[in-house]
């Protein structure tokens, strides 16, 4: 089969073996219908993590070909999937923290999701494989994965009601950043560096969006639609600035939740947070419960994803990474 191996922080389509399961005995073989581009493959790539000889993606929808199972599903199910499982059990799991249990950490699809086929195993199917409803497209059930980090960013921000929420960075993830805050009822407002990502936000359940070109202004205008400032600051941008503005433009007493990484290791201001009494959160990929919701909110259209993707083949992969980077696009679906 054709997959698309990492070399040199190129990508090169080579023919590999097929899973099968003939060598895995229990689970599926999913032939890949298509792959949303995730920031975190980009970020594996310039920090090292992924390494010569790897498939990346994972935001996969495909067909189920072959199947040895327990669960529900059958040949000719049309899914999508987390890739990583919680053992449940551990101490991590016991407190919620899903995302951290050492086992979901281990657990994955083989080899990725760049590639014509890929092995699903056992504990996947019971938990973290749903059926896709056939109303939707390909690229609307590919946001499954995504749109389920930023459920569990909301969830885990434990937000009221009657507040005011502002998602820095209106990239995709920013944009489904703001349908899921939408979905679960709270008011959202966006901002960006780009007048596009400004305007296209407005068809996102964003309540306003700030184009923020000179920042004392911004903030100012800000003031206009949250005097004391925002009570929850959602960083989808992986900028120092960014963490900044997040300082300045959240209320005293209020939440910041990181939502991405940055480059230099930069960080918050300790008395910022102590004096300001602010509450700084990181949330980090999705637990089976954000997935099983994602994939309601989408079928339901509680969540627009559509409009965001741009197709490419597997073979120009290489080319919807450096469009990713150079913010060119939204989001790119690679199609198998
Ligand atoms: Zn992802
Ligand atoms: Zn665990």
Known sequence: MRAAILENNNFIVKEVEKPSLDVFKTGAIVKVIGCGLCGSDIVKIKNGKAKNGDVLGHEVVGEIVDINTESRFEIGDKIVLGHHVPCFSCHYCHNGSYSMCRHFKSTNIKPGGFAEYIYVSEEHLSNTVFNVNLNLSDIE??????????????????????????????????????????????????????????????????????????????????????????????????????????????RDGGKIVVFSSVKDNAGFLNNQIYYRELTVMGSYSPSPIDLEDSIKFIEQGKVKVSGLSKVYSLENLNEAISDTISNKIMKAFIKL
């Open 141 to 250: 059930a590919s946001f499954m994965e995504p749109l389920g980090c930023c459920i569990r960013a909301v969830r885990r921000a434990d937000i009221n009601h009657n507040t005011k929420n502002l998602v820095i960075g209106l990239g995709s993830v920013g944009i489904l950043m703001g349908g899921a805050l939408n979905a679960f009822g709270y008011k959202v407002y966006g901002c960006d560096l780009k007048a596009e990502r400004v305007n296209l936000s407005k068809s996102y359940g964003f309540e306003y969006s700030f184009l923020l070109d000179d920042e004392d202004e911004i903030i100012n205008k800000m003031r206009e639609y949250a005097s004391i400032g925002f009570d929850t600051i959602f960083l989808t941008a992986g900028a120092s600035k960014a963490l900044e503005l997040a300082v300045k433009t959240v």
